[in-house]
């Protein structure tokens, strides 16, 4: 018996859903709209979540942005009408679990349930035993085959000696915690606690009690003195997780931190000295979003001192298949594993948009779908494939306020469809959808340019 929540604007749909589920042996509640359902999930837990994705107030798709946020996000199958399977696409490269479309029969939407749950409960009792293991196991390898990365690691040694501030750029699932975990344990402070805050987590009106403490009676809840992340990481190092986030008074604050090395708890008016290192990171151009207003500009100069950029996975692909051995390798334990060729192909091919995370992701669900089999091949991968065309809907492409450089996009294209054709011209044009005349004179054009 699991606790379903059904999502559906359309009152005859939820009433189906809820009869086939109950039917065999769940207990169901329901919601109008993504809103509604978002109230629900925040007072009582549920196991899984079958959602419409259009829907007034909020979309499913904000529903699944706001779960997958909250630790040990519930699973959610989204509902939709065949015509826009490609949204449903998308959704599950976002980290929807799957899609079921409509009109649908009973004995589909069962299967997809029951194998939904009965991954989310390995998922979940991965996560713990991985947990176990991290916790006991602080100093995790940062596993690289690339240039990149190589040259990345290098400048951090150094940066770990020397810089009292780091600014870590790159998207999401790319390892930045990973490689400022490694800062913290290459420098002088490194027996000294490593303390980590998410500013994106943390609701706006917390973040300055949280991250200087508050005394007692600062304000109503505030029952007793608390100190902040601040002062816990004195001896060592403050990772602000996601800064971009940070709301501009907490900047002000931060930067007035880190010129004074002081700190005062709300509702305080003591000065107390800090000394931890800070690691700033985040996913976001904190330039753009200066010039925009949204950060201080002081602050970026202050945190950009010695900037690190840590690659997409797909920046360096000679990552992947050792990364994908290493999660792979954690989870069979010793026991015997092979990837066919066919399969190694296809994670090198594969765009990874969730980086390092998203492949950690998608090995854990390869070893548990191939059970006692454990050579992965191709077919076990097909969930790739599945997500891999959300990718590239063109109506889902949103130009970067900043504007993009059309000319290196056409060459990155152009090499990637010749990389993945192995060099055959004709076969890379109809990658592009080209005729492969067409795709010859944008290549000559390229190398003239
Ligand atoms: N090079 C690597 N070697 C081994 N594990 C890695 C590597 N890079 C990332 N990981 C693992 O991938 C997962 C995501 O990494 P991490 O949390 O550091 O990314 P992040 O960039 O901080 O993500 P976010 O921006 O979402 O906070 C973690 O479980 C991390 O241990």
């Not at 939820?14 to 042996?25: A, E, I, P, Y």
């Not at 000294?192 to 005394?215: D, K, M, Q, T, Y």
């Not at 600062?218 to 902040?228: C, I, S």
């Not at 992965?376 to 494939?385: N, R, T």
Request: with cysteine.
């Amino acid at each position: 018996m699991a606790r379903i929540l059904v999502v559906d604007d359309e009152e005859r749909m939820r009433h189906l859903l809820g009869l086939m589920l109950k039917g065999s042996g769940h207990q169901v509640s329901e919601a109008g709209d993504g809103h509604a359902a978002w109230t629900m999930i925040q007072e009582k837990p549920f196991d899984m979540i079958i959602s419409d994705i259009k829907m007034p107030r909020l979309s499913g798709m904000e529903l699944l942005r706001r779960t997958r946020e909250k630790e040990a996000a519930c699973p959610i199958v989204f509902i939709t009408a065949f015509a826009t399977v490609d949204s449903a696409v998308e959704a599950m490269r976002l980290g929807a679990a799957d899609y079921i479309t409509k009109p649908f029969e009973e004995e589909r939407i069962l299967l997809t349930v029951e194998r939904t749950l009965k991954l989310s409960r390995v998922l979940a009792e991965n996560r713990a035993l991985r947990q176990q293991l991290s916790e006991a196991d602080a100093e995790a390898p940062i596993i690289h085959a690339s240039e990149p990365m190589g040259r990345l690691l290098e400048m951090a040694v150094k940066v770990a000696q020397r810089a009292s501030v780091v600014l870590i750029q790159g998207e999401s699932g790319t390892g930045k915690e990973l490689l400022a975990r490694f800062i913290h344990k290459q420098s002088p402070c490194g027996q000294g606690r490593f303390v980590a805050i998410n500013c994106a987590a943390i609701s706006p009106h917390l973040v300055e009690s949280e991250l200087f403490g508050h005394e007692k009676g600062a304000f109503t809840g505030a029952d007793r003195q608390k100190p902040g992340k601040f002062e816990y990481a004195s001896d060592g190092t403050l990772f602000l997780d996601e800064i971009g986030d940070m709301p501009l008074e907490a900047q002000a604050k931060v930067l007035r931190t880190l010129q004074e090395k002081t700190i005062q708890r709300v509702g305080g008016n003591q000065e107390i000295p800090v000394e931890a290192r800070i690691i700033c990171a985040t996913n976001q151009d904190l330039e753009v979003l200066a010039a925009r207003g949204r950060f201080r500009q002081d602050l970026f100069y202050r945190i950009n001192v010695v900037p690190l950029n840590m690659p997409s996975l797909r920046d360096r692909r000679e990552d992947i298949l050792p990364l994908a051995r290493h999660f792979l390798e954690r989870i069979y334990r010793g026991r015997p594993f092979a990837l066919t060729p066919g399969a190694a192909a296809l994670l090198q091919r594969y765009p990874w948009p969730g980086n390092v995370r998203e492949l950690a992701n998608a090995m854990e669900r390869v070893a548990i779908l191939s059970g006692q089999a454990a050579t992965i091949d191709q077919a076990a991968l097909d969930f790739l494939e599945r997500r891999a065309p959300g990718c590239t809907d063109p109506d889902d492409f949103q130009l970067p306020a900043g504007g993009l450089d059309l000319e290196r996009f056409e060459r990155r294209l152009i090499r990637q469809a010749l990389d993945q054709a192995a060099g055959n011209q004709s076969r890379a044009a109809r990658l592009l959808g080209l005729t492969r005349a067409k795709f010859r004179t944008l290549m000559k054009n390229c190398r003239q340019k």
